[in-house]
């Protein structure tokens, strides 16, 4: 607790969310709170990873800080300052496509500088190199969908770390990869991140690869009005390799505590679902 | 299927219609011709049509005039509804207004303009080509007004949180989305910017193809009308092949299995 206080003291944290409640209101006129008196901090340089069963509103959460949604309670600072509107200072990885389908890699990644007024041929050579960082550096001129589900995704980290967020907010970003693309995906980011350990909030509804890749795990429970209801701090020294770290004994143990906690919720999400 | 057996097959679906036709309409069956000449003509006759058409150069002032008119409509119809369609989508409340309206002007059967457009734009080409805008404005318009409407929300929140103003959002995200909905559409706009000329200097012209159809027609000149028809349909296709290559060099980016009919 001393720790956390002087934190707060020496620096402002990335992402402060204080008592966030989220609510949709719904066709039928009536209110759903997805998310409930929700606070979260995340220091800079701190990779935080939110777990929850499905459903229960980490993208609703991820949302509020990235300001494309606005909350119906409760604070949002980034660097100690409240969030008008959009984030700025945030880098977003979707969990959908979201590359430009009518733009090749190069101008995906080099869009981001472009539209902040950096010159066409600057733009496009950084992008270039950010391609090569990301091993597509031979895919400048495929279009989207000529790219696989895994070589999207590469892009998509490029063209939003080419821009230098000092957040990076990442929705389940490898859920549709197949595992062992996952892995390399999940290597690659931490690679990129070690360089310059930007404030990290990753939404994911894999356990292991949140221990694998965070400094925080924090869970949340079931929806509706969701909370947070554990943190969980990973003390696996880095650098990380995801798929040897899993078979460390102190990752096991983590996984087995916090899956006690996690599994009561993912039950009662499905409870709840049924019921319905 | 091979494209040289395709091609074959192809030919030979038009030899056997042709000789079919000369056939019935020359050869007695029974004692009888079963397709009188004088309503159907026959394939020889009407080549000899298109022939004397081609030799003495009078077709092309009529190709070039619903050429013209097709142009014109197709380009004048486009941006109406390139304009129209954005501002729809992006007012909601504006397109709720014109909603019935628009529906109801698109629900017209355009025919119906023709003499008016012809009584006010007279019989030139401008008549034509406002019957021709008519059709292509409303393809236009639905197609741009749909593209605006359906970006991904993933994309947009993407290019929103890429730093992009309402601008720039314009011009990366809401306009190419909107053009790649009426590339889509383009062999559906260009045909009808073609059937809108020549529908129209069929009703009353001085010139081009529905003009040369309908004076054979008036003197019982079967071979003139399928002689008409004929080069019509070859000028439509080469026009769609061309509207091909457009199309194939402007929608690059999208993947084959998804495109939209």
Redesign the interface.
Known sequence: MPEIARAQTDAPSAIALADVDVAFRLADGGVYTAVARASLDVADGEFVAIVGPTGCGKSTLLNIAAGLLAPAGGRVDIFGAPLPGINRQAGYLFQADALFPWKTSLENVAIGLETAGTPQAEARERAQAWLTRVGLGAFGDRYPHMLSGGQRKRVGLAQVLIRDPKILLMDEPFGPLDAQTRQIMGNLLLDLWSADRKAVLFVTHDLEEAIALSDRVVIMSAGPAARIIGDWKVPLPRPRDISEIKAEPEFQKLHRDIWQMLKAEVLKGYAQAEGV | MSRVTLTALQVMVAVVSLVLWQLLTTVPVFGRVLLPPFFFSNPLDVAHQVYIWFSTGVIWKHLWVTLIEAVLAFFIGSIGGVLVGFWFARQPRTAAVFDPYVKMANALPRVVLAPIFTLWLGLGIWSKVALGVTLVFFIVFFNVYQGVKEV?P??L?????????ER?LMR??YW??AL?WMFSSLHTSVGFAVVGAVVGEYLGAAAGLGYLIQQAEGIFDVAGVFAGMFVLAAFVIVIDSIVTVIEKRLL????VA?ARP
């Open positions: 991904s993933t994309v929140a993407n290019a929103r949180m890429l730093g992009m103003n720039q990366h995200v190419p989305s790649s690059v980016w999208r993947p998804e």
